[in-house]
């Protein structure tokens, strides 16, 4: 480690900090801006950071006029029937009393020096930021082998509110569908971050689904640290429709054989937009597999992906598989992909595709020689290209739910 | 665990005490005194007779170097090199310069004899290159070997750099009958200061990284080459480095400028002797290709890897860089890597020229602690561009063997083209392989594809070819050159076949 | 020639016990046909022949040419004589067939002290045996089995038997993937390669390729166990009755 030397903040970088509550009330948020003054956010040369200059873009947080976001009652779920936690409440909602499940606002606030997964982060600035700006933690127990509706955690009630953290154990057995809705950033606050702790009990099933409509001011950095438990399947999906700069990061960690992984994600970029989808998928022990497919469209702005696959000594049998492809529908956008492999066992079948490139000329000429206008062939080629990613969740609202968020998206654009 | 005893005999059988180059010329040699500063510089640029100019620029990217840091962003761990505890300069007392080949001192004569490079042309002529060997069955039925194959006894022309010098280059008068130049690059900046002068540092510029700034204030000797216009280079241009004293690093710069529509096809190989202590290799290679013009550059790297423990080897940090600079002009990077400790190279491709192609084509073998990190960029910034990796890693005993690969379509790069693929193979559980690329689509017409895999030697197909008889070091020689094929099939053929067999040298021993 | 003793084999990651006590033997000129439901044991014991490592050998013994072959690794027990034709032959990408047959025939030849052929009479070799199982040489040129057709993957393992003259050749399951004019030349490169100093063991489902690779014996496995012997009488029987009545009167 090399010894630190205090650099001089940037503005932006002294902008955010400002709006940190000044005399946090827990400790740990204390220590976590003392060490954002000692780190400063990072920029380019931190590799974990290649393609989102933090210390520059943060000025998209600080600067400009914000919109007011959408009035937090008009908000339906994703998912009809689910059962809606308000993270910065305080208070447990009505109907949160179930069998099988426990909710509890702690008040705890959101302790980011004991990382959940075994992930080389000396500093984490999302968790530190999130700490800092004073996210208390909200603990969202399942109660093995029970199957509830849908739960849908949101974090954009007062401005302070903005600063979500969860704690989301799913015990052995259980099954749970939990959306992350990060809507617009609502009453002004032009920042937000959301951390969510999940930890996948042996044989259970969770289906994740983050749901980013922010709309075009907001800055969200985000994160979800998962374990996964031996036999247990988590499937995640993300979709990326909003934000000014938007950064939403994966870190998972396996942590009994037999685990499965299956990560799928839509971007979706437009004007001066920043989207960052950065992933860490640590395989710890044997005989586990993962899938992750991303696919972008970008009519504008910067979409990044970092997918990295480790698989640490001795996880013999891993097989995991990562893709990332986009659709660069102008010179107006750009698509930055690193998908890295790390591996440390010889027994393994791992492999990532990237592919970058515009839509298929005979897909086209195909269509519109049976008569379909160009714009609308293009628009046919464009939403089936994101569908297939979709249409894999075996989730049949879900499904129907991303498909409208996409639809509303595309008709925006075209 | 009853494999005690197993174990240690296959610990013993480590590929590194296979090195069959770690051999030491005993000569009077001429040494710097150990240090880098203005005077090692002004005493390097001296022992040259260099004009004041060469000096000057030495002197500038010195000063820069001074403000640089050595980079750490490779996925290589080894101690800080003491900069100040190197020679930058030795040569064989006898050779003050290049002199004829009759002149050159017999015992560097036999050097090269041992490392098969012979010097003298009329051996090279009668056709040392083994020509009755019959070349590997499969690659010769194979279309895709470069048409120069199956010519027998062709001629190559060797220039070749013992420590800080160039002691010999053979050819000469040849090719300058077809124009070409062909000499050290310390003779070319007193004898075509113009040209060196137009083309320096314009492809690798004197700031552009810690090593590549630190080579242009102490490089001491290397190649250059011209072909002039329309001019098909007649034979192979080489360069042969071999590091012989002790505590010396080498620190070589290449030029090599196809001018329009000419043609050159240029190979490179390098070895060093066995030390305990770790030797530094930094070199500055740079490649311009005008219009229409084509540059195939191929590197066979077998520096010394150091011994089982890690001890010893070369640490090698390369900067090679091809300017496309021309239209439909053509750079094409071929490397074999077996040794060295530790490798951070990168030799890449700037398409500058409309409809220009780079090529990079890899194999990385690494066994007992040696560290590679190396890859290329392709940097699209001409219309119609296109580029090609195809990277093969091999990873063995306890090493660490990274790919690293940056692919970019500028915005105005329209159509750029590239295709990747970049396998990894791993042998043993106690190596790592690493893949990571930068892809970096800025423009809506780039096509970009780029596929990347990790495997093990199939245990069925091992049990296959030792059901046909194939004892199991053969058998995984044998799937491994299978592995890397379509990349051996882009080297000349005497550098094929070497590196085939440098390919079996290097895993020996890898298999428990 | 052949002779397997009280064989027991279990699979060695799981340790799930796959061969129960076999006996056997196999006489020089001698072709056994081993038959037997799904999951008796057949391609297990084919394996264990040619020294597969993903099977444990529990007790017993294998005895070839009067010695034992447990402890030899699967090179040397091919350079001794053994041939397994597999049922399903590895794709090598990038390693030419021709290379492969040259290296497989030489590596065998340097194991038992032989000199190395030269190019000339390798070729010549290849020529004949390819030319008798219809197999063109172009074919030869391109990767092992990479991209090869069922039938010439079939064809090109008789091809390798051919140029290796092994003593005992095991068969597994040759006919699976067939065509009917495949399986016939594939069955003639065998029975051109009958003798009376090589040893046939050839495992199948089915009569179908017992009518042109005529059997001495017959054996039928089950369980991993050898539960009926007889003359190729019963290999009739069974295509007949099927399985279940020979299973019942063992049971």
Not at chain 1, 113 to 126: A, E, G, K, Y
Not at chain 1, 386 to 397: C, G, R, S, T, Y
Not at chain 2, 270 to 288: G, I, M, W
Request: net charge negative; with cysteine.
């Amino acid at each position: 480690m090399t010894v630190h030397q205090l650099r001089p903040r940037t503005p932006a970088e002294s902008a955010l900090f400002a709006l940190a509550p000044a005399a946090p009330a827990a400790v740990h948020a204390q220590a976590a801006l003392d060490a954002l003054h000692r780190e400063g956010l990072p920029n380019r040369r931190v590799e974990a950071w290649h393609y989102t200059d933090l210390r520059q873009l943060i000025a998209r947080a600080t600067s400009g006029a914000v919109e007011a976001g959408q009035a937090d009652d008009v908000l339906a779920p994703l998912l009809a029937g689910s059962l809606v936690v308000e993270l910065g409440a305080g208070t447990a909602p009505s109907g949160a009393d179930r069998d099988g499940l426990s909710l509890a606002h702690t008040g705890d606030s959101a302790d980011w020096r004991t990382s959940p997964n075994h992930l080389d982060r000396p500093v984490d600035t999302v968790r530190l930021l999130n700490a800092a700006f004073g996210a208390t933690a909200v603990r969202v127990s399942v109660e093995a082998g029970t199957e509830l509706p849908p739960i849908e955690l949101r974090a954009q009630g007062a401005a302070a509110g903005a600063h979500g953290f969860a704690i989301c154990d799913v015990a052995a057995g259980a099954k749970a569908v939990i959306v992350e809705r990060l809507s617009a950033n609502a009453g002004g606050a032009p920042f937000s971050t959301g951390v969510s702790n999940l930890d996948i009990g042996d044989g259970a099933e969770v289906l994740w689904i983050v749901d980013q409509t922010k709309s075009a001011g907001d800055t969200h950095l985000g994160q979800l640290n998962v374990r996964i438990g031996a036999d247990a399947r988590f499937k995640l999906f993300v979709l990326n429709a909003g934000g000014a700069l938007v950064r939403y990061e994966v870190h998972s960690v396996t942590v009994g054989e037999g685990a499965d992984i299956a990560i799928r994600g839509v971007n979706l970029l437009r004007d001066k937009q920043h989207v960052d989808v950065t992933t860490t998928l640590v395989h710890a022990v044997p005989h586990t597999t993962a899938t992750e497919v991303f696919r972008n469209v970008v009519t504008g702005g910067t979409g990044v992906f970092q997918g990295m696959i480790k698989v640490a000594p001795g996880a013999q049998k891993t097989d995991a598989k990562m893709a990332c492809n986009s659709l660069l529908l102008s010179d107006e956008g750009e698509f930055l992909a690193k998908p890295e492999l790390e591996i440390f066992a010889d027994d393994v079948q791992c492999g990532h595709g990237a592919t970058a490139g515009e839509i298929n000329e005979d897909h086209l000429f195909y269509l519109m020689s049976r008569g379909i206008p160009e714009a609308s062939a293009r628009a046919l080629l464009v939403k089936a290209f994101v569908a297939e990613v979709v249409e894999e969740l075996e989730h049949e609202a879900a499904v129907e739910a991303l498909e409208a968020r996409i639809d509303a998206w595309l008709e925006l654009s075209a | 665990m009853p494999a005690v005893q197993e174990t240690i005999d296959t610990v013993a059988r480590i590929d590194v005490d296979q090195y069959k180059y770690g051999f030491e010329t005993l000569i009077e040699m001429d040494v710097a005194p150990k240090g880098l500063n203005e005077d090692t510089i002004r005493l390097i640029s001296a022992k040259k007779n260099e004009p004041e100019w060469m000096l000057e620029w030495r002197l500038q990217a010195f000063e820069r170097w001074k403000t640089m840091e050595s980079p750490d962003w490779a996925r290589l761990d080894y101690p800080a090199i003491d900069f100040q505890d190197i020679h930058y300069y030795a040569a064989p007392k006898s050779m003050s310069g290049p002199k004829s080949l009759d002149e050159v001192d017999p015992e560097i004569l036999r050097t090269y004899e041992k490392l098969g490079i012979p010097l003298k042309e009329q051996e090279i002529l009668a056709g040392v290159r083994r020509a009755d060997e019959p070349s590997e069955f499969g690659s010769e039925d194979d279309s895709s070997v470069p048409p120069s194959e199956g010519s027998y006894g062709r001629r190559v022309a060797v220039d070749a750099v013992f420590d800080s010098v160039s002691v010999a280059t053979t050819f000469k008068k040849e090719l300058q009958k077809a124009g070409v130049i062909f000499m050290p690059i310390s003779e070319a900046i007193r004898e075509y200061p113009d040209l060196v002068r137009q083309y320096l540092g314009t492809v690798v510029p004197v700031s552009d990284n810690f090593f590549a700034t630190m080579n242009s204030a102490v490089f001491t000797d290397g190649s250059f080459v011209y072909i002039p216009p329309g001019v098909r280079c007649p034979m192979e241009l080489s360069t042969y480095f071999r590091i012989n004293e002790r505590n010396t690093g080498q620190f070589e710069r290449t030029l090599i400028i196809a001018d329009k529509g000419s043609y050159v096809s240029y190979l490179e190989g390098c070895t060093a002797p066995q030390r305990d202590e770790n030797q530094l290799h930094a070199a500055v290679v740079e490649l311009v290709a005008l219009d229409d013009a084509e540059i195939k550059y191929s590197t066979v790297q077998n520096w010394y890897p150091g011994d089982k423990d890690g001890k010893g080897g070369i640490y090698n940090f390369v900067t090679k860089r091809g300017d496309c600079r021309g239209a439909n002009s053509r750079i094409s990077w071929t490397q074999v890597e077996t040794g060295s400790a530790i490798t951070w190279k990168y030799p890449s491709c700037i398409l500058r020229g409309d409809g220009s192609r780079g090529e990079f084509y890899s194999i990385a073998v690494s066994n007992g602690r040696q560290q590679v990190d190396s890859g290329t960029k392709m940097i699209h910034l001409g219309k119609n561009t296109s580029s090609r990796i195809i990277s093969k890693g091999i990873s063995a005993g306890r090493s660490s063997n990274t790919y690293r690969g940056q692919v970019t379509a500028n915005r105005r790069a329209a159509n750029a083209r590239n295709f990747t693929q970049c396998d990894s193979l791993l042998i043993g559980e106690e190596c790592g392989a690493h893949t990571v690329p930068y892809i970096e689509a800025r423009n809506a017409t780039a096509q970009f594809e780029h596929e990347a895999t990790t495997s093990k030697i199939s245990e069925d197909q091992l049990f296959y070819c030792m059901q046909r008889g194939i004892p199991e070091e053969e058998a995984v020689a044998l799937i491994v050159n299978g592995f890397v094929k379509d990349v051996i099939q882009q080297l000349p053929m005497e550098f094929a076949v070497e590196a085939q067999k440098l390919i079996g040298v290097s895993l020996e021993g890898s298999v428990g | 020639m052949l002779e397997i003793k009280n064989l027991h084999a279990r699979v060695a990651e799981t340790g799930t016990e796959i061969l129960r006590g076999i006996d056997l033997k196999v006489e020089a000129g001698e072709v056994a046909a081993i038959m037997g439901p799904n999951g008796s044991g057949k391609s297990t014991l084919s394996y264990i022949l040619a020294g597969r490592e993903d099977y444990e050998v529990t007790q017993g013994d294998i005895l070839f040419n009067g010695e034992s072959i447990l402890e030899m690794d699967p090179a040397e027990r091919a350079a001794s004589g053994v041939f397994l034709a597999f049922q399903y032959p590895l794709e090598i990408p990038g390693v030419a067939t021709m290379t492969f047959l040259k290296t497989a025939v030489n590596a065998q030849r340097k194991a038992r002290g032989e000199s190395e052929l030269t190019t000339p009479d390798f070729l010549r070799r290849v020529k004949t045996s390819a030319a008798d199982l219809k197999i063109d040489m172009d074919m030869l040129k391109r990767p092992l089995n990479v991209g090869f057709s069922g039938g010439e993957k079939k064809r090109a393992e008789i091809l390798q038997m051919a140029l290796l003259q092994p003593s005992l050749c095991v068969m597994d399951e040759t006919d699976s993937g067939l065509d009917i004019d495949a399986l016939k030349i594939v069955s003639d490169g065998v029975n051109a390669l009958r003798g009376p100093d090589r040893a046939f063991l050839v495992i199948t489902h089915y009569q179908r390729l017992l009518d042109h690779i005529v059997p001495d014996t017959v054996h039928v496995l089950y369980k991993g166990r050898i539960i009926r012997s007889g003359d190729k009488s019963l290999a009739l029987t069974l295509e007949n009755e099927g399985y279940a009545q020979i299973i019942g009167e063992a049971a």
